[in-house]
């Protein structure tokens, strides 16, 4: 079914989207420049309507912390242990999932009221469309986890080993997931009812050497509809048809657990890696995932 789809893919995209080389992202004299350091280990990398930049510590910490434009960091909310992902929704509330011996997915809003949405799972990452459907990696049991606007609480089993990062395409009729155990990203239609269907192997991630896997874990899209994957070798990018424009170098020495375009007109590149987070200027831009679906934009050469 999901080859049937492909020509009417191939008719609506850009026809920027037919090269897509890393030129059209990275500033030539940009680096990487640190944010952060000192922590156990940084993940869950989101991003408001405003463009500030949110991370937690997965490892050791209890708070969400949040970084303004100008890099000052300061706590968004305390007591929250394990939050290995997390994303605003349309309801201005932070969803957040939180991993090890709490296992289950929340909401908190701006006061710090934490409301349970679905507990005893094992959550890992996860997105919020803009109608409220929330979208959840259960790594453990390769599924994800589908919670409706209303509660209602379904899990969606995958061909996935180890499914991971996850992240919407900007008009959030797909949704993509990378595969840890594997050297794949996966695709997902998302039909009217939030049900998923068109399983398909949508991206080939590059490895270390043949036959391994890519450790393939968080996942951004930015507003022309590239998709950037953190993995062992760095962060590898996607055009909007799954062809792979080139690999970012991982400027950290360790593994990049997850990335968000955030900052200045959400042009700035954020990952986080164990103790450190990073950031980058670059010539594209990031999207609100909370938002409204918009028009992908057109590369101007």
């Known amino acids: 079914m ?20 890393l030129t059209q992202v990275l500033l030539p004299n940009e680096g990487w420049e640190k944010v952060a350091e000192g922590y156990g280990h940084t993940d869950a990398a989101a991003v408001d309507a405003e463009g500030n930049f949110y991370f937690a510590d997965v490892a050791k910490g209890t708070e969400i912390f949040k970084v303004s434009h100008n890099g000052e960091i300061s706590t968004y909310a305390k007591g929250l242990e394990k939050i290995s992902g997390m994303q605003f929704g349309p309801d201005g509330k932070l969803y957040c999932c939180q991993a090890g011996k709490v296992r289950q997915v929340i909401s908190v809003d701006k006061t710090g009221s934490v409301k349970v949405l ?7 990452d996860l997105v919020v469309t803009a109608n409220g459907w929330i979208y959840v990696t259960e790594t453990k049991t390769a ?8 509660g209602k609480f379904t899990r969606h089993k995958t061909k996935m080993v180890r499914p991971n990062g996850i992240t919407l395409s900007v008009g959030q009729s797909f949704l993509n997931v990378s595969d840890h155990g594997s050297d794949k990203v996966w695709s997902y239609s998302i039909n009217k009812d939030g049900s998923l269907s068109n399983e398909q192997s949508y991206m080939y991630l590059r490895t270390k050497a043949p036959m391994q896997v890519s450790k393939g874990d968080g996942m951004a899209t930015d507003a022309y509809n590239r998709y950037y994957v953190t993995s062992e070798i760095g962060i590898q990018m996607y055009d909007p048809t799954g062809r792979m424009g080139g690999v970012i ?20 590149m954020y990952i986080c890696g164990k ?26 050469k």
């Open 249 to 268: 170098l991982n400027p950290l020495g360790k593994p990049v657990n997850s990335i968000e375009f955030a900052g200045p007109e959400l042009a700035y």
């Open 143 to 150: 599924s994800i986890i589908i919670i409706s606007p209303e």
């Open 118 to 124: 679905a507990k005893d799972v094992q959550p890992n």
């Open 2 to 21: 999901f080859k049937q789809l492909i020509p009417f893919l191939l008719l609506t995209l850009s026809m920027a989207a037919q090269d897509m080389p």
């Open 275 to 300: 103790d450190v987070i990073y950031r980058r200027k670059t010539k594209s831009k990031g999207i609100i995932p909370f938002n409204k679906p918009v028009a992908v934009l057109k590369f101007k």
